[in-house]
């Protein structure tokens, strides 16, 4: 059953398992108010056991660039948003390890399709990322600090 995220309470709920449960309720918490910021749209998780589709979609994508994470996936969430940019398909999988990854897929321009790193406070670069990912950092009032990194998608995953 999908669970509202609030951004003004931030909770740990489905994130227990996670050695950095809290930085990673934070950095979920922070990509909540983005998404109410930015499209007004309430951002919604399940656990990624209800939806193991959704894992697998992610999992096709990093295995573009032959990427297989290998922490257990907690929590997901899809979107489809119609912007001005077009119609975008919004991924989420948060993993135990602390790592968050999104793939921000565009319906209508092949050319604005990504899949973003982001990780918890504390953590390390996971090493199946470590030697192919620079990580920028990056401040937040709920995350604490956020290190993130990208790659541009380049196959059609629709």
Do not use: C
Not at 12 to 20: F, K, M, Y
Not at 90 to 107: A, D, E, P
């Amino acid at each position: 059953m999908p669970t509202a995220i609030d951004f003004v309470t931030v909770s740990t709920a489905g994130l227990e398992s996670s050695p950095h449960a809290d930085a990673l309720a934070g950095l979920r918490a922070n990509e909540a108010r983005y998404f109410k910021n930015k499209y007004d749209i309430e951002f919604f998780t399940e656990p990624a056991s209800e939806k193991p589709e959704i894992v697998d979609y992610v999992s096709r994508v990093l295995n573009e660039r032959e990427i297989v994470i290998a922490s257990t996936p907690l929590e997901v969430t899809e979107m489809m948003i119609d912007a001005a940019e077009g119609r975008i398909r919004w991924t989420y999988v948060f993993y135990q390890s602390g790592l968050v990854i999104n793939v921000l897929y565009t319906m209508d321009n092949a050319k604005k399709r990504a899949v973003g790193f982001k990780l918890s406070m504390g953590m390390d670069i996971p090493d199946e990322l470590a030697d192919k990912f620079k990580f920028a950092r990056q401040k937040s009032k709920l995350a604490g600090e956020i290190r993130g990194s990208f790659f541009v998608v380049k196959k059609e995953y629709a």
